[in-house]
């Protein structure tokens, strides 16, 4: 219930006027004991005016700051009831990125382990053909140094064949040039 300002201003007015005719009346007419109980009384009563009225306008405030401390509460309690939801929902999402990251890496894992036979595989099929092709070089090798020392042998058989049949030859010219009588020819042996 609200109080009205008139109401209060009112009773104060008439509790003051009461009293000041209270007092007027004590120290001027004594004896109208009747005037002076009629004046106690309305004085009495714009006490208790005045008083609820005062009491009412607490009443009204606190009841108005009571309101008000419930909204602040109310709207407390929804911004709590907002940030907590957010903050698990934050908290979900969190939690979701760090299961993706975990299998990330999990898969990160697996690759790189596949990754490392790939490669052991790789390198064992390099090493092999590394290996047949030095067996093939080898071999090949050493038909070529056969062949070499072979044609080696041949060139120097070859060689000897010759020399002896170049030797036969310059005998014979020596011989043919030497023996004959012949100025010219002699000549052009030496």
Do not use: H, W
């Amino acid at each position: 219930m609200k109080v009205k300002r008139s109401n209060l201003t009112f009773s104060a007015v008439g509790f003051v006027a009461s009293i000041l005719v209270e007092l007027f009346l004590i120290l001027n007419a004594p004896g109208m004991t009747q005037m002076l109980i009629v004046f106690g009384l309305i004085a009495l009563a714009n006490t208790y005016f005045m008083v609820d009225s005062i009491v009412k306008k607490v009443d009204e405030i606190s009841e108005t700051t009571i309101d008000k401390q419930t909204e602040l509460v109310k709207v407390e309690k929804g911004i709590y009831s907002v940030a907590k939801r957010d903050e698990t929902a934050k908290k979900q999402q969190n939690q979701l990125l760090l299961e993706q990251i975990e299998q990330l890496k999990e898969e990160n894992r697996r690759l790189n382990a596949e990754l490392i036979e790939q490669q052991k595989v790789c390198t064992k099929i390099l090493v092999k053909k590394s290996q047949e092709d030095s067996s093939r070089t080898l071999t090949s090798s050493d038909r070529i140094s056969k062949l070499l020392v072979q044609m080696n042998g041949n060139a120097s058989n070859n060689s000897k064949e010759t020399l002896e049949l170049l030797e036969e030859i310059n005998r014979t010219l020596d011989t043919y040039y030497n023996d004959s009588k012949d100025n010219v020819r002699r000549m052009r042996a030496n």
